[in-house]
């Protein structure tokens, strides 16, 4: 990634594939081209090499198969969900150690692409992907085969998430590979397609496979469609690494299908594509001394564990209270899902034409992407609403259509802010972006994993504490509605530091 903090503009009527930049034009613009001196005479202007050499459909095909790719994560997570109750059955255990083989998914899922991410830039995109994915569905094949037992699971689920994280790392390297700068960012929308519909697929497949076959076939579900988008990558895929290919002229002339091999030999000039420094430990925790990157990240955290603590509860909710069937429990899952791609294309675009509103009130004005910051307010109140209405409606057992529109309303919350504050983190230190996303990813899942953790216990069985008159208190020393509580009390924190931090920069601009 570069420091270039050009914005799309997604107004001009153009699709998605065109507006980040993956169209069949092939004319030379002004950035594209150099002006050299000739001493005979008078200086003439010549085209600079594209970016990328290869033709827009390859660039599509490249890109949907990344975001095909990068699905099998989130997908691994939802298509879970639906299916506790029943594992919780099947292994002979309590809800608290089902819920956390989902914390151990989500804490190794923030951990994996900091390894994936340390070799991609050395050892090439291309066999990464395939031993990642590899790595993964060789796990869901063990988990879909094994006896029964509560260890493996642990194990296999760990296995199981650290190939999958690859794809979040490895994607956005291929996207800076195919992508020039100034289109990148529409460019990752269309990667993160891919994850984003994850949480919306994922419970309805599980739900379906649960209740119409068995929990097993959930990981054979997951290991015959990742085998298949597998396939398609080794045949179809080349190596992508700008310091291996440059801008991939190699490759511009072949078709879909490629012969596959292992590994591409360097045919670039090191000195015009030089390898980059490998990222460390150390610079990560250099980063966490900004106290923009702290305070966004940790109210991301916050945010996704309230969100995260939800759904893990749902299914149980929706199945013991209200007698929802695992396929039921799976549709239900569809609406936050929904939520969540909505809240994320939605919000993409009112930030851009925030920002460029502004840029046109004040046309002297220095780059301030402390101005996305002011829309993650109205996304945390709409988190904070959601979060209250589910914990009070499910401990007053109110009816379940008012259980699924609160969840939805947080998760479109959520991610409204999450789309803003990965915007905001991308053009607030431009050389490091994809850094800065992965290293909120680093707090984000951990906080998930911790919220699946603790909300059983403190939620309890809602059956076992029921009062009368309709309301349904667990039997946990909370119950879901001031458990809930506790944690909408928690978002509120994030609207004090995203005022903090906005003041702190209208400060600084007014001693300078």
């Known amino acids: ?170 994607g956005a ?72 290919v440059g801008n991939g002229v190699i490759h511009a002339d072949k078709g879909l299908f490629i012969r596959p091999k292992w590994r591409q030999e360097r045919v670039v000039d090191p000195s015009k594509f030089p390898k980059p420094p490998a990222p460390t430990l150390i610079g990560l925790l250099k980063l966490l001394q900004h106290a923009p990157v702290l305070v966004v990240s940790f109210n991301n955290a916050l945010l996704f564990a309230a969100y995260y603590a939800m759904t893990v509860t749902l299914s149980r909710v929706l199945q013991d209270e209200y007698g929802f069937s695992a396929t039921e429990t799976g549709l239900a899952y569809l609406a936050p899902g929904l939520a969540l791609v909505a809240g994320s294309m939605i919000s993409g675009r009112v930030s851009d034409l925030h920002l460029r509103m502004y840029t046109r009130r004040n046309p002297d004005a220095a780059p301030n992407p402390e101005r996305r910051l002011q829309l993650q307010i109205p996304g945390i109140m709409l988190s904070i609403t959601g979060v209250l209405l589910y914990g009070w409606f499910c401990d007053f057992h109110i009816h379940v259509v008012g259980v699924i529109v609160a969840n939805a309303i947080a998760a479109f919350g959520m991610t409204w802010v999450f789309i803003t504050t990965t915007a905001y983190l ?57 458990c809930f509580t506790g944690l909408a009390l928690l978002e509120l924190a994030c609207i004090a530091s995203s005022a903090w931090l906005m003041l702190r920069k209208r400060r600084a601009a007014g001693k300078n």
């Open 173 to 244: 390297g291929t996207v800076a590979d195919l992508v020039e700068p100034k289109n990148r960012a529409s460019a990752m929308s269309v990667v993160l397609l891919g994850p984003q519909l994850g949480p919306v697929l994922g419970p309805l497949l599980g739900g379906a496979l649960t209740g119409a076959a068995s929990w097993r076939w959930i990981f054979g579900f997951l290991a015959i469609t990742c085998a298949a988008t597998l396939l398609v990558l080794i045949v179809s895929l080349p190596e992508t690494l700008r310091s291996i």
């Open 1 to 170: 990634m570069t420091g270039e903090r050009n914005i799309p503009d997604p107004s001009n009527g153009t699709d998605a594939l065109a507006t980040i930049g993956i169209t069949g034009r092939t004319d030379t613009t002004a950035a594209e081209t150099e002006k050299t001196m000739d001493p005979s005479g008078p200086s003439k202007t010549v085209p600079r090499p594209p970016y990328s050499a290869l033709k827009p459909r390859q660039r599509r095909l490249f890109l949907g198969i990344v975001a095909t790719a990068g699905l099998f994560g989130p997908l691994a997570a939802g298509v879970y969900l639906p299916a506790l109750p029943t594992l919780q059955a099947a292994f002979h255990t309590s809800a608290t150690a089902i819920n956390a083989t989902v914390s151990v998914f989500m804490a190794v899922l923030a951990v994996g692409p900091l390894f994936w991410a340390s070799h991609a830039d050395y050892a090439g995109r291309k066999p990464l992907y395939i031993i990642s994915l590899s790595i993964y569905i060789a796990a869901n094949v063990l988990l879909a085969a094994l006896p029964a037992n509560l260890a493996a699971l642990f194990i296999l689920r760990i296995v199981q998430a650290f190939g999958a994280a690859s794809v979040l790392s490895l």
């Open 426 to 482: 991308t053009e607030s230190t431009p050389t490091n972006p994809a850094t800065l996303v992965a290293l909120a990813g680093l707090f984000r899942n951990p906080a998930a994993a911790i919220a699946a953790v603790v909300v059983e216990p403190l939620v309890g069985d809602v059956r076992d504490g029921s009062q009368g008159s309709g309301r349904r208190r667990g039997s946990g020393p909370m119950g879901p509605g001031w």
